[in-house]
C-alpha cells in the first residue's frame, strides 16, 4: 500500500487545515488509518486513528475535540479535519495504515507510512 498525505500549509492561530491522505495499491478498506506527528526536535507522536468503517475513532488528550479523523473507502482516502489550530500543532504530520494487531497509538502497529506533509501554525 502506497500512502500520500498532503494538504498542509501555514495558517494562523486558531485557523484550520484539512489533511488528506490518498491510498493506492491495496484494499484501503482493509486497514485501520491513524495519523502521527512530528514537531521540530521532538519524537514523532500519536494524533488519531479510525477503524475499518466509519466508525469508532480515538485521540491524543491534546488534540481532542480539535481535530476530527475520517475516512472515505470509496474513495481510498483518509482525513484529518484540524480546528481551532495552535503554534504548538506544528509539525510534519504522517498518515499511517495498519492491518491487523494491537496498539493503535503505537507506531509499530502501522504497517504503511506516507511521506508527511507540513503543518505550520504562527502565532
Known amino acids: 500500500v502506497q500512502l500520500q498525505a498532503y494538504g498542509g500549509g501555514l495558517v494562523q492561530a486558531g485557523g484550520y487545515l484539512r489533511l488528506s491522505c490518498a491510498a493506492s495499491?491495496?484494499?484501503?478498506?482493509?486497514?485501520?488509518m491513524g495519523w502521527f506527528r512530528q514537531a521540530p526536535g521532538k519524537e514523532r507522536e500519536f494524533v488519531a486513528f479510525i477503524l475499518w468503517g466509519a466508525g469508532s475513532t480515538y485521540y491524543a488528550d491534546s488534540v481532542k475535540g480539535r481535530f476530527t479523523i475520517s475516512r472515505n473507502n470509496a474513495k481510498n482516502t483518509a482525513y484529518l479535519q484540524m480546528n481551532s489550530l495552535k503554534p504548538e500543532d506544528t509539525a510534519v504530520y504522517y498518515c499511517?495504515?495498519?492491518?491487523?494487531?494491537?496498539?493503535?497509538?503505537?507506531?509499530?502497529?502501522?504497517?504503511?507510512w506516507g511521506q508527511g506533509t507540513l503543518v505550520t501554525v504562527s502565532s
Open positions: 495499491g491495496g484494499t484501503f478498506s482493509n486497514y485501520r
Open positions: 499511517a495504515a495498519s492491518g491487523l494487531g494491537r496498539g493503535l497509538t503505537q507506531e509499530a502497529t502501522y504497517n504503511y
